[in-house]
């Protein structure tokens, strides 16, 4: 008899190190026993939700806000990820856009069961292929590649409700303690904040799957 495993994921498909997160995450999850159902649930949050629609410079903003040269930040993510087997070039991508579109259409795929590899996929279409994900028909292109409906998806990610449901939700994680991303709960019990190194996944799940 299988054994299931909720875990909530909260990223914003904008956020380098949800990028990294995410894969060693996937990579624990792969080495799982079969006889554990991992169900993922995705929830939006906003890396920065004063970010306008047509997006912002990367550089630039960080440069203000930090005063320093963008690459010496960048290096560091950049080379974790190389250590999940991500090649990032945060460089090739330097505009950070508005997710609350994106993050709608994942919420909205939870009935399909594909949340979390649509999450994936924009998040890589951003930072890998550095597409401008901003863009209705490119997050329509992504969505329909995961099943959805290209009608579907254009008409979710242009409802005014369903975009203030995703602010509200992204607010209230916010207003319940979750300052940065990524940010993990397994099994409404245990909580891994950040990118952490492989072997952290690994021992997290292997204490919630004892509980189980």
Request: with cysteine; glycine share 6%.
């Amino acid at each position: 008899m299988s054994k299931i495993l909720k875990i909530d994921v909260f990223t914003d498909v904008v956020c380098p190190w949800c990028l990294v997160g995410s894969a060693r995450l996937d990579t624990a999850l792969a080495a799982l026993p079969d006889d554990i159902e991992v169900v993922v649930e995705n929830h939006p949050f906003y890396l920065d939700p004063s970010v306008p629609p047509e997006g912002v410079d990367v550089g630039e903003m960080l440069r203000a806000k930090y005063g320093k040269d963008p690459r010496e930040m960048w290096a560091r993510v950049e080379g974790e990820a190389e250590k999940a087997g991500i090649e990032l070039d945060l460089s090739k991508q330097p505009r950070m856009f508005n997710t609350a579109k994106a993050h709608t259409i994942t919420r909205l795929a939870k009935p399909l069961g594909i949340q979390h590899e649509l999450a994936n996929a924009i998040a890589g279409a951003y930072f890998l292929e550095h597409r401008q994900i901003n863009d209705d028909n490119v997050l329509a292109d992504i969505a329909v590649a995961f099943g959805y409906d290209r009608g579907d998806a254009l008409d979710a990610m242009n409802d005014e409700n369903e975009l203030a449901i995703t602010e509200q939700l992204a607010t209230d994680a916010a207003q319940q303690g979750i300052r940065g991303v990524p940010f993990f709960i397994f099994g409404e019990k245990y909580a891994l904040s950040g990118a952490q190194p492989a072997e952290v996944f690994d021992k997290a799940l292997a204490q919630i799957i004892e509980e189980l």
